[in-house]
């Protein structure tokens, strides 16, 4: 379809089902993942007089809870797809499975418009089971398939099933996520901006908002309220790529409002902190807002690979972030390093060092173990050596390409740098 955003503007008194599909991988964690773009689009929806249901196929494949408001998921054994035939792993699939999710839509009434979202790109899959299934109950109902992988992969989204492909950004003012079709949201998401004003060589942020926009602060105030009357809310989780960008101008006032009016709430930073950014005041003023867990964004200290990580922090910047919210109080649990391994070129050397780095320093790192995303320059990197990438997005999955398909890291070294995480930090507590 030529103009999303045009034809979801002009929809009005229609009925919509919106979809968030399964997960088929090795692993799966749920890291507060909710489709924040499918819940500001059903609100949007819906506040243009037409009405909206959600089946969240991971969000109901909950089988208990885990700390701060998540939820373990439940998965099924599956077979393998030809490309991971040879890997030694198992294989699964992650949420509601085909039965449960089959007599969800048969409990729901014949929607107009089917609205189906997509996480990574490798988790294809789950979303054209999604679309079969749909087919099956609702045959004649127009299917919409929007998200990260239809954005970054188009081309063979067409072989999904569904009717229209979302390729654009959508061009509206979001008001606040549909949290409320959730019986248990367990948490609050907030979404500060949407994009990032740096340009790291692996992360599709620009290919997916190529303008990097922050949202009037007290828009995402007002956003939060109307979340924190949906049921008993404890937890809350920024979603922001940069969210310390200009923090004093947005950030502190927005961290002063949280405080007043929500100071019970805990939050949390699943996507990186700029470590830049994290001086002594930025580190205090997280301490007093009720931040409970955060990640930094380091990647690594080798020097040649600071570029593809557009310069975005040095060891020493580090140093200094960790020191300053030690200070500020936060227990070095709380705190995760992210850790690149696996990017082209990048030793197992390489990382083991940034590993030690941070624990040395007292830090826990975590492991982020690269996955070409269509649109970086590391995927053009990686397809010019395997160009099946083109083609086929399963060849990306985290577990699989580094380890067992690049041949960036062996999948021995791959374990012996988790295990050196883990090893390192069972010593740290002696
Ligand atoms: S800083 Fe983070 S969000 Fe921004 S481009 Fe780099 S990896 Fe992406």
Not at 92 to 118: C, K, M, W
Not at 249 to 262: H, I, S, V
Request: hydrophobic share 40%; charged share 25%; glycine share 8%.
């Amino acid at each position: 379809m030529a103009d999303m955003s045009r034809f979801l503007k002009n929809l009005h008194g229609a009925s919509i089902l919106g979809i968030n599909p399964p997960v088929f991988d090795f692993t799966f964690f749920d890291l507060w993942a909710k489709p924040l773009g499918l819940l500001f689009l059903l609100d949007f929806l819906r506040r243009r007089g037409n009405s909206v249901s959600l089946i969240d196929c991971i969000a109901e494949g909950a089988e208990g809870p885990l700390p701060w408001g998540r939820s373990r998921i439940c998965k099924g054994e599956i077979k393998k797809p030809a490309p991971f035939r040879n890997i030694p792993r198992r294989y699964h699939h992650f949420g509601l499975n085909d039965e449960a999710f089959l007599r969800r839509l048969r409990g729901q009434e014949t929607p107009d418009y089917i609205l189906v979202t997509s996480g990574m790109t490798y988790w294809y899959e789950g979303v054209f089971r999604t679309i079969e299934l749909l087919r099956q109950v609702f045959p004649a109902v127009p299917v919409i398939l929007g998200g990260t992988y239809a954005r970054l992969c188009p081309g063979h989204a067409l072989l999904s099933g569904a009717d229209f492909i979302q390729t654009e950004p959508l061009d509206f003012d979001f008001t606040a996520p549909a949290l409320d079709l959730y019986s248990d949201p367990g948490y609050a998401l907030l979404l500060s901006s949407t994009g990032c004003p740096l340009h790291c060589d692996y992360c599709a942020s620009k290919s997916l908002f190529p303008v990097f926009r922050q949202r009037p602060l007290n828009e995402v105030l007002q956003d939060l309220r109307l979340q924190m009357k949906c049921g008993r809310i404890q937890n809350g989780v920024f979603y922001d790529d940069a969210l310390l960008y200009r923090k004093k101008e947005r950030f502190y006032p927005l961290c002063k409002m949280l405080k007043k009016e929500f100071p019970d709430l805990a939050w949390h930073t699943p996507n990186g902190l700029s470590v830049r950014e994290i001086d002594q005041e930025c580190a205090n003023v997280l301490m007093r807002t009720g931040f409970q867990t955060l990640r930094l964004s380091l990647e690594s200290i080798d020097p040649s690979l600071l570029g593809r990580s557009s310069f975005k922090a040095t060891a020493d910047e580090f140093l200094r972030a960790l020191e300053c919210l030690k200070r500020a109080g936060f227990d070095s649990s709380r705190i995760e390093t992210y850790i690149l391994a696996g990017l082209p070129g990048q030793k197992a050397s390489s990382v083991a060092e940034t590993i030690d780095f941070v624990i040395e320093a007292g830090g826990r790192p975590k492991l982020a173990v690269f996955s070409p995303v269509p649109g970086t320059l590391s995927f053009e990197e990686a397809a010019a050596a395997l160009p099946a990438l083109r083609t086929e997005p399963l060849l990306g999955n985290k577990t699989a390409y580094s380890s067992y398909i690049s041949g960036n890291l062996s999948p021995e070294e791959v374990q012996f740098l988790k295990d050196r995480t883990k090893i390192n930090k069972a010593n740290q507590g002696k």
